[in-house]
């Protein structure tokens, strides 16, 4: 629990406390005094006491109501008003009856405080004071000067005391309400410092988030800069000299079909690399061009191979993140390159299919197959690199990568990446 709920708790549970005490305070006096007025001998006889208790009965149903009463009536100035002043004329009544009654009549002070308001307090102060004076004088009797001398030094000194209870009392209360409200401001600020906390978070999440994905930029900038300075450099050579020992060889010999060979394998991969250098920018395969540059590749691999193969391409192609398209190019490049080293197939079978939130690319081919559970060495001839490389690539994208495969059964690769459209960011 926070310091401004437990603050407020805490005065909650003290104003209940002050209600009680103010409630049970003058039953308590009414029931004592009665006790005591009835083990007294009255003046007046059983006609007294008599009167006495239907007097005291009217007391006390006149503070039930009072407690009963709904909230709003003892907000109403004009109700508390007039119940102050009945209450005063039943004390006076009793005091008249039996002096000792002025215990009772200090409650006057208690609803003064609480119930009145303004002038009005000190009004109620005022006229308790007057009828509490008449108990201190053994009851009223006004056609005696010395009593009402008396009686007028009694109430004012009376009247003095209960204002400076009253002027306390008011001066507690308006510090009260100002703690209220002061706690309200508080829970307030608090929720304020709250949202202002939750909307820090996010943008501090988003900044983590585009400092993530400007790093990953970077990187791959970085990359494809190295890409370009080496290995498209490299292959631009390499072909630039096959194609001069192309030149130099004549006729149709086995050393020109695998110069040729070399040649469209040096073209095919300096393409790639040009294709990766340009895959920083978000327009890589835009416009839906990736069933197109996987239907290329499948049919340079299957003409360089001398292997069937063939895309279908299902449900609605529409262009993908670059991250997206790039890894289902790689992952079918890598698929093929695996076919064409261990599987002795004849014919390979590519699905590329665009479902709503998923796109997947199944690779099939009719080999010899292998166990996939199988361990294999990092880095031998078995292709560990590959799959291992591929399953990476996917995961990076949060998707899935299933191998299916028995011997003599032949492969089946399948790859599950989100289609995350071609802008993400927001």
């Known amino acids: 629990m926070s310091i401004e709920a437990e603050l407020r708790e805490e005065t909650d549970r003290w104003e209940r406390r002050e209600r ?5 305070i003058p039953v308590v006096l009414l029931v004592l005094i009665t006790g005591i007025t009835l083990m007294q001998p009255l003046d007046g006889g059983e006609v007294d006491r008599a009167t006495t208790l239907v007097v005291v009965a009217a007391a006390a149903t006149w503070l039930a109501l009072l407690y009963v009463a709904p909230e709003r009536w003892r907000a109403r100035q004009s109700l508390m008003i007039a119940h102050f002043v009945v209450l005063m004329a039943i004390s006076a009544l009793l005091i008249s009856l039996a002096p000792w009654y002025g215990s009772f009549a200090f409650v006057g002070y208690l609803h003064a405080a609480v119930y009145l308001r303004g002038v009005w307090r000190y009004l109620g102060v005022g006229a308790t004071a007057m009828i509490m004076a008449g108990s201190y004088l053994g009851g009223y009797r ?3 000067a010395e009593f009402v001398w008396a009686w ?3 109430s004012l000194i009376g009247g003095g005391i209960g204002g400076v209870f009253v002027y306390f009392t008011a001066l507690s209360e308006r510090r009260n309400q100002q703690q209220r409200r002061a706690m309200v401001e508080l829970h307030a600020a608090n929720q304020r410092l709250e949202d202002a906390l939750a909307e820090n978070a996010g943008l501090h999440a988003q900044l983590l988030k585009q400092a993530r994905e400007a790093g990953v930029l970077d990187e791959r900038q970085r990359m494809a800069r190295e890409i370009h300075d ?35 394998m040096a073209r095919t991969s300096l393409a790639e690399a040009r294709r990766t250098v340009h895959a920083v920018e978000p327009e890589l395969l835009a416009h839906a061009r990736l069933p197109d540059a996987i239907s290329d590749v499948a049919g340079r691999w299957s003409e360089a191979n001398r292997i069937d193969a063939v895309l279908t391409t299902t449900g609605d192609p529409r262009p993908m993140h670059a991250e997206v398209e790039v890894t289902l190019l790689r992952t079918a490049q890598e698929a093929l390159a695996n076919v064409a080293k261990h599987a002795d197939a004849e014919q390979v079978r590519l699905t590329l ?7 997947t690319l199944d690779v099939r081919d009719d080999g010899v197959g292998f166990d996939p559970d199988a361990k294999r060495e990092t880095g031998a001839v078995s292709g560990g690199f590959g799959l291992a490389g591929m399953r990476q690539r996917v995961q990076r994208l949060a998707g899935s990568l299933a191998i299916e495969s028995e011997q003599g059964e032949g492969t089946a690769i399948s790859v599950s990446v989100p289609a995350i459209p071609v802008r993400s960011e927001t």
């Open 152 to 154: 007028l030094v009694l």
């Open 353 to 359: 299919s665009y479902m709503p939130d998923v796109v």
């Open 142 to 144: 006004f056609d005696e």
């Open 230 to 264: 080496t290995l498209a450099q490299s292959l631009a050579g390499v072909l630039t000299q096959l194609q001069a020992a192309e030149q130099t060889l004549g006729g149709t010999s086995t050393a020109q079909r695998h110069v040729e060979t070399a040649v469209q």
């Open 20 to 24: 009680l005490v103010y409630r049970a």
